[in-house]
């Protein structure tokens, strides 16, 4: 009888132990205090009162048992199942035991030695049963603990998460602003850009048209001396031929057809050069390679660069050497693309000679005379056009940057810095290269290497 009521109240101890650490169960918390209370009360009656033993043994057996049934049926109180199932073998002895020893009294002293070898079994169970539980709980708990301690660094990382959203938003916000205004600074670099490559061909074109003028002056001047002397004769012959004079009018005839033959070579020679002009002027997206008589254009853009500038600076006089090797013959070029290139290193090599010649009254230069010489020369498959002064050389610290586009060591307003930069991506574009030997006070030699 004592130990029902000792089962129930180790039994309340452990179940409140059991659920405070698992759930919150105020409610089943008080009904667990007054389950204790009530134990403990039943058990002191009943060593205090041994006369209403039968009837506590009832009220214990159903009382225990009533706890059991509600553990186990109840789903907020499956964390105590296992306590249950701990204490369960011993009170089914105990609860057995008590109602033979009240109904059957005597056959209970014949198998009491039963119940008591069942009891220590029970007992075994019972503590092995709470090891087994207590180690399974304090498991639990740790996997709880890490599960919070999870669920706490999960919720952290999510307002981290959050966080740095909020900044990738902000931060993608500021670059798409950034990118808009790049894009913006790129257009108008790119339109001041395509302002310049103009502005450069357009010099270009200007030092061109300058040596033009000049160089078409003399096909020129050749077409209307003869058309007069022409006209002369002609004039003449009708005179011989009023006067019956046949063999005078076959000598004018043959001086006339003559003088058209000279008239009609400098016409073509000043529709050659107003050509040249159209070709080196016209955009040249759509040009295509044509066989080209690298000789004839590297020395009629020699006498063209001479000419443009002898006319801005009437005293300026230049030596002008070439050396072109008769063999090349024809090769496959764009030629007014190749003739911008041999115009632009021809008016920079006039333009440092014509600045060196300004300072003759240097000691050291008094005996200057400007010199400029472009030369040919067939290397393997590969075809040399050089253009070669003796100027003043470029600093050898400058020299990794002269093919860069808008680097210029002119001063401002005299050159954009482009036209070597083109030239470049042109001889490029030709399958080509474009070199530079230079040395101070020496001179420069730039050489166009093309496919034969």
Known sequence: MKLTFILLIILFSFLRKVLRTKTDLPYWDTRFRYGLMLSIILLSVEVIFPVARPILMWVGELFLFALFFKVITEVKLKAAKPIIFAFLPLAIVDGFENIIEQILPRWHDQIDIIFGIAGIFSFIW??????????????????????????????????????LAIQVEERTAELNEQKNDLLHALDELRTTQAQLIQSEKMASLGELTAGIAHEIQNPLNFVNNFSEISNELLTEMVDEINKGNTDEVKDIVKDVQQNLEKILHHGKRADSIVKGMLQHSRSNNNAKKEPTNINALADEYLRLAYHGLRAKDKSFNATLKTDFDSSIGNINIIPQDIGRVILNLLTNAFYVTQQKAELKNQPAIQQYEPTVSVSTKTVGDMVEIKVADNGNGIPQKLIDKIFQPFFTTKPTGKGTGLGLSLSYDIVKAH??????????????????????
């Open 431 to 452: 399958n080509g290269n474009l070199s530079v030997v230079t040395k101070e006070n020496v001179g420069t030699t730039f050489t166009i290497t093309l496919p034969k």
């Open 126 to 163: 019972m503590v092995a049963m709470l090891i087994i539980n207590n180690k399974q709980r304090k498991a639990l708990e740790k996997e709880r603990l890490k599960a919070v301690e999870k669920e706490k660094e999960f919720q952290l990382s999510e307002k981290m998460k959050a966080a």
